[in-house]
Nanobody, 126 residues
Framework: QVQLVESGGGLVQAGGSLRLSCAASGRTFSSYVMGWFRQAPGKEREFVGAISRGGGSTYYADSVKGRFTISRDNAKNTVYLQMNSLKPEDTADYYC???????????????????WGQGTQVTVSS
């Protein structure tokens, strides 16, 4: 089992940047594929991106590709989401999640993730 805690959210102007962090408990962090998701008010939770166990592969939703970057530091049990060129439509609660699924990261979905953080709010003003 793994516990996840996100941090780094806040209010930023359009065009700005934020870096979210997700700290995981436990000794088996490197055995999990990690994902980032977001949920805007009144909308379903949506996939943002995922990173493989070793960090060598990443995959992003089209809406964030080229602007967001996921990385991880397995020695620190932490995964990051660097968000650049933020837009008002990026406003949402952001969640990190962990899974041991063998599914390719290009096929990630909400249902594949077993463990979730509590979320951190990101607000992008226009």
């Amino acid at each position: 089992q793994v516990q996840l805690v996100e941090s780094g959210g806040g209010l930023v102007q359009a065009g700005g940047s934020l870096r979210l962090s997700c700290a995981a408990s436990g000794r088996t962090f490197s055995s999990y594929v990690m994902g980032w998701f977001r949920q805007a008010p009144g909308k379903e939770r949506e996939f943002v991106g995922a990173i493989s166990r070793g960090g060598g592969s990443t995959y992003y939703a089209d809406s964030v590709k080229g602007r967001f970057t996921i990385s991880r530091d397995n020695a620190k049990n932490t995964v990051y989401l660097q968000m650049n060129s933020l837009k008002p439509e990026d406003t949402a609660d952001y969640y990190c999640a962990a899974t041991r699924t063998g599914t390719a990261i290009q096929a990630m979905s909400v249902s594949l993730f077993d463990y979730w953080g509590q979320g951190t709010q990101v607000t992008v003003s226009s």
